[in-house]
């Protein structure tokens, strides 16, 4: 079966639309604010309760010293951040952080490391991981960079439920942002990930100095893949001193805002996750980002390096707004 028509058969089958243009996502995107915050309620409510978030929580198993190059990542080699570099933790120091987090009202544990793909021992100590956080009963996620279909199979046998891999950007702009990888190299490990019966999580960033035809074009990849990805994070670039990036203008809150409304509206029944950069929002920040359809965020401290929005400010929000984790 080519390509294309595998798309249209599971878009027959889903029911959902896999067949997005740029132009409709770029309408989308220019539509009066209220317009796209009243288009994108209508899908959530459709497939979602308006007021539950489903709340995950990160740990880096492996911190720094990344070979790959790119130039947002507090992680990378490439740049001096500062960053303290970790080996990879033990087992039972992960198991334990998720025993916490699970207590802390987290359903999902994503476990991430400093990676261009996974090797040798460390993938083995990694599934052990993720072997001792299913045990406990909570969701797992992974996000280890690049994959083989035999490691996303090793995966999947291990009890993982999702896989995080980020397109990022759009197709035009990713060289502009990494050179140690190719957009297709991302797109083929997520084609392994859905092979292998894992669950998707792929989103990207705003903020990398993209113009909005390349967010729309982001958005037109994961809309159009031939499943949507379960989970799709957008993350607000957290700048960070020592990379590439470290002085990129700050994108206008109202884009990022239309980011989400417009990853909503093109994937009805996807998890859209209000991810990286919540710290420095303000609460109406926040609230409409809901409001566009946000309903999965990252609680805790800590993202995997970067400071996360307080748990404080967090409980304090969601009872303003009546909102429940899921
Ligand atoms: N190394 C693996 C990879 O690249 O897939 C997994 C970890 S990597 C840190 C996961 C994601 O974090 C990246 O794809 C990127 O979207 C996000 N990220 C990294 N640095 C960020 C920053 N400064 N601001 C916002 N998001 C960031
Ligand atoms: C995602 O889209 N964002 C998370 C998670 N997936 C792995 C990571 C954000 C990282 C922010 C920078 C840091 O903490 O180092
Ligand atoms: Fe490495 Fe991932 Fe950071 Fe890129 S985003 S430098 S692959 S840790």
Same mark, same amino acid.
């Given at each position: 079966?080519?390509?294309?028509?595998?798309?249209?058969?599971?878009?027959?089958?889903?029911?959902?639309?896999?067949?997005?243009?740029?132009?409709?996502?770029?309408?989308?995107?220019?539509?009066?604010?209220?317009?796209?915050?009243?288009?994108?309620?209508?899908?959530?409510?459709?497939?979602?309760?308006?007021?539950?978030?489903?709340?995950?929580?990160?740990?880096?198993?492996?911190?720094?010293?990344?070979?790959?190059?790119?130039?947002?990542?507090?992680?990378?080699?490439?740049?001096?951040?500062?960053?303290?570099?970790?080996?990879?933790?033990?087992?039972?120091e992960?198991?334990?952080?998720?025993?916490?987090?699970?207590?802390?009202?987290?359903?999902?544990f994503?476990?991430?490391?400093?990676?261009?793909?996974?090797?040798?021992?460390?993938?083995?100590v990694?599934?052990?991981?993720?072997?001792?956080?299913?045990?406990l009963?909570?969701?797992?996620?992974?996000?280890?960079?690049?994959?083989?279909?035999?490691?996303?199979?090793?995966?999947?046998?291990?009890?993982?439920?999702?896989?995080?891999?980020?397109?990022?950007?759009?197709?035009?702009?990713?060289?502009?942002?990494?050179?140690?990888?190719?957009?297709?190299?991302?797109?083929?490990?997520?084609?392994?990930?859905?092979?292998? =019966?894992?669950?998707?999580?792929?989103?990207?960033?705003?903020?990398?100095?993209?113009?909005?035809?390349?967010?729309?074009?982001?958005?037109?990849?994961?809309?159009?893949?031939?499943?949507?990805?379960?989970?799709?994070?957008?993350?607000?670039l957290?700048?960070?001193?020592?990379?590439?990036l470290?002085?990129?203008?700050?994108?206008?809150?109202?884009?990022?805002?239309?980011?989400?409304?417009v990853?909503?509206?093109?994937?009805?029944?996807?998890?859209?996750?209000?991810?990286?950069?919540?710290?420095?929002?303000?609460?109406?920040?926040?609230?409409?980002?809901?409001?566009? =359809?946000?309903?999965?965020?990252?609680?805790?401290?800590?993202l995997?390096?970067?400071?996360?929005?307080?748990?404080?400010?967090?409980?304090?929000?969601?009872?303003?707004?009546?909102?429940?984790?899921?």
């Amino acid at each position: 079966m080519t390509a294309q028509a595998a798309v249209e058969m599971t878009a027959k089958d889903d029911g959902l639309r896999h067949d997005w243009s740029t132009e409709e996502i770029e309408v989308l995107f220019a539509l009066p604010f209220n317009d796209l915050m009243f288009e994108a309620q209508k899908v959530h409510r459709a497939h979602f309760d308006a007021n539950r978030v489903q709340v995950s929580r990160l740990i880096s198993i492996k911190t720094g010293a990344c070979p790959e190059d790119c130039s947002y990542c507090p992680q990378s080699a490439h740049y001096a951040t500062g960053l303290e570099k970790e080996k990879l933790l033990a087992v039972e120091e992960v198991v334990e952080s998720a025993r916490q987090a699970k207590e802390e009202g987290a359903s999902r544990f994503c476990m991430g490391a400093a990676w261009r793909g996974p090797k040798g021992d460390d993938f083995e100590v990694a599934v052990a991981m993720i072997e001792g956080v299913k045990a406990l009963g909570m969701e797992t996620c992974a996000t280890f960079g690049l994959l083989d279909k035999w490691q996303a199979q090793r995966l999947k046998e291990a009890g993982l439920d999702y896989y995080n891999h980020n397109i990022d950007t759009s197709p035009e702009h990713y060289s502009e942002v990494i050179t140690t990888r190719t957009f297709q190299d991302r797109l083929d490990t997520l084609d392994v990930v859905r092979d292998a =019966g894992l669950h998707v999580c792929s989103g990207g960033i705003v903020g990398l100095g993209e113009t909005r035809t390349d967010r729309a074009r982001m958005i037109q990849t994961l809309a159009n893949m031939p499943r949507h990805p379960d989970s799709v994070p957008i993350n607000l670039l957290i700048p960070i001193q020592g990379t590439p990036l470290a002085d990129a203008a700050r994108p206008d809150s109202f884009d990022f805002i239309r980011t989400i409304a417009v990853a909503r509206i093109t994937m009805p029944k996807s998890f859209v996750r209000l991810s990286a950069g919540r710290e420095g929002m303000s609460e109406e920040m926040q609230s409409l980002c809901f409001l566009a =359809g946000a309903n999965s965020v990252f609680c805790g401290q800590k993202l995997l390096t970067a400071k996360n929005a307080a748990p404080g400010q967090d409980k304090s929000l969601f009872g303003k707004l009546g909102l429940k984790p899921m």
